[in-house]
């Protein structure tokens, strides 16, 4: 069975405290691993797609990585706007989204 | 270009009604996914539509229910509802199947 599994659960950052989420997987063939961002009452909000092993995408102060086993959402000097719940999200074959319970990033000013 | 709407925002109803949701993906987008979000499980995949076809289903009971129309409109049924449906229940759409999926609001469902 696909398994997601998101760590730290919570993260408290200072503002401009760089850190990193971790999501691992174990998936019958990887189509593509998603990360989205949830702010409390609303729906999932795009960040990236990452493909293949090696990809890395970034936006702003966000940077994704992804090896065989695990991406990392890298956060480089976080702003109080950066705080939220980080999904991620793995694609199998059959294209059954799966998701991890979420890392919830709250960033103090 | 208009993001997903998902109408009501907000619904209260009581343990054996049935619920009738509804999704309007992005323009252009063909391919309709719904999940249930809750504190407890997170977000879980019900079924996906694409060109009025359901390809994907999850582990769900048949109460549960969906379908498309021919514009990619989408709506899901839950019939005989129990107080495990309380839920946020939130769509997404993309262009194709296997393509990025942008999510709706989502209609918050309570049931009492």
């Known amino acids: 069975e696909d398994q997601v599994t998101q760590s730290p659960e919570a993260l408290r950052l200072q503002e401009g405290e760089s850190s990193s989420l971790n999501c691992s997987y174990t998936v019958s063939g990887l189509r593509g691993l998603f990360w989205y961002r949830q702010d409390p009452g609303k729906g999932p909000e795009f960040l990236f797609t990452?493909?293949?092993a090696g990809e890395e995408k970034e936006k702003e102060r966000l940077k994704a990585t992804l090896t065989k086993k695990e991406s990392f959402l890298h956060i480089t000097a976080p702003k109080p706007e950066d705080s939220a719940t980080y999904l991620c999200a793995v694609a199998p074959n059959d294209y059954k989204l799966s998701f991890g319970a979420g890392t919830t990033v709250t960033v103090r000013a | 270009k208009a993001g997903v709407t998902q109408t009501p925002r907000y619904l209260i109803k009581t343990r054996g009604q049935q619920v009738t949701l509804s999704c309007s993906p992005i323009?252009?987008?063909?391919?309709v996914s719904w999940y249930q979000q809750t504190p407890g499980q997170g977000l879980q995949f019900l079924f996906e539509?694409?060109?009025?076809?359901?390809?994907n289903k999850g582990n769900f009971p048949g109460r549960f229910s969906g379908r498309q129309f021919s514009n990619s409109r989408s709506e899901m049924n839950v019939s005989t509802l129990e107080l495990g449906d309380s839920a946020l229940y939130l769509c997404a759409s993309s262009q194709r199947v296997l393509d990025t999926q942008y999510f709706g609001p989502g209609t918050r469902l309570t049931v009492l």
């Open positions: 539509y694409f060109s009025e076809t359901q390809r």
């Open positions: 990452l493909y293949s």
């Open positions: 323009s252009g987008h063909r391919s």
